[in-house]
Nanobody, 127 residues
Framework: QVTLVESGGGLVQSGGSLRLSCAAS????????MGWFRQAPEKEREFVAT????????TYADSVKGRFTISRDNAKNTVYLQMNSLKPDDSAVYYC????????????????????WGQGTQVTVSS
């Protein structure tokens, strides 16, 4: 069983930046997909970004394109989410997700296609 642990959340003013990290307990996910989702109160969990095993193929939700950057360091079994120009609408619990598979990256826009999830980290953006 792979454990994912997120860190880096917090309270930031609108326009500010945060960097989330997610460390995996097992190197097996270093050859699989890793991604980020978020869930605001009374809303469904939504896709934010995902990155393939090599770190060269990424995809983003339209709402975060140009502001967020996903990256990974397989030597550390860690995925990152750099969030810039944050808006109050970005406030949510952010979840890291991973899977050992490597299908077309669009397959991973669906949260059901991930096997492993972190506990989440709260991001709050004040106006």
């Amino acid at each position: 069983q792979v454990t994912l642990v997120e860190s880096g959340g917090g309270l930031v003013q609108s326009g500010g930046s945060l960097r989330l990290s997610c460390a995996a307990s097992d190197s097996a996910v270093s050859t699989g997909i890793m991604g980020w989702f978020r869930q605001a109160p009374e809303k469904e969990r939504e896709f934010v970004a995902t990155v393939d095993w090599s770190g060269t193929s990424t995809t983003y939700a339209d709402s975060v394109k140009g502001r967020f950057t996903i990256s990974r360091d397989n030597a550390k079994n860690t995925v990152y989410l750099q969030m810039n120009s944050l808006k109050p609408d970005d406030s949510a619990v952010y979840y890291c997700a991973a899977d050992r598979t490597n299908y077309d990256i669009t397959y991973y826009l669906n949260p059901e296609n991930y096997s492993y999830w972190g506990q989440g980290t709260q991001v709050t953006v004040s106006s």
